[in-house]
């Protein structure tokens, strides 16, 4: 999902330039990181916060980042939940 949104907007962004229309690069990072999902308001925030804004390309990688570890977190909750769910099934007496 992540790299697809980023492959569209900057699909949008080429277009853009193809028509001869300008946008500084802070603006393009400003609008990349205000196309994302709102649970990306924290990790919006952090960036637009700093004295002065990454190169558009660092703020790629680190939304690429971000959207890994969210995605490697969650498979991590999911681990431990079908584990607890395995468990309880063999183990139906024993509590954890």
């Given at each position: 999902?992540?790299?697809?949104?980023?492959?569209?907007?900057?699909?949008?962004?080429?277009?853009?330039?193809?028509?001869?229309?300008?946008?500084?690069?802070?603006?393009?990072?400003?609008?990349?990181?205000?196309?994302l999902p709102a649970?990306?308001?924290?990790?919006?925030?952090?960036?637009?916060?700093?004295?002065?804004?990454?190169?558009?390309?660092?703020?790629?990688?680190?939304?690429?980042?971000?959207?890994?570890?969210r995605a490697d977190?969650?498979?991590?909750?999911?681990?431990?939940?079908?584990?607890?769910?395995?468990?309880?099934?063999?183990?139906?007496?024993?509590?954890?």
């Amino acid at each position: 999902m992540c790299a697809n949104h980023i492959r569209k907007f900057f699909d949008f962004i080429d277009k853009l330039q193809d028509l001869d229309i300008f946008i500084y690069e802070d603006l393009t990072s400003v609008m990349l990181l205000h196309s994302l999902p709102a649970n990306f308001e924290t990790f919006r925030v952090a960036i637009e916060s700093r004295d002065e804004l990454p190169k558009l390309d660092t703020i790629r990688i680190k939304i690429i980042d971000e959207w890994q570890s969210r995605a490697d977190q969650s498979l991590s909750k999911d681990d431990v939940a079908l584990i607890l769910f395995f468990h309880l099934r063999l183990c139906p007496t024993h509590l954890i």
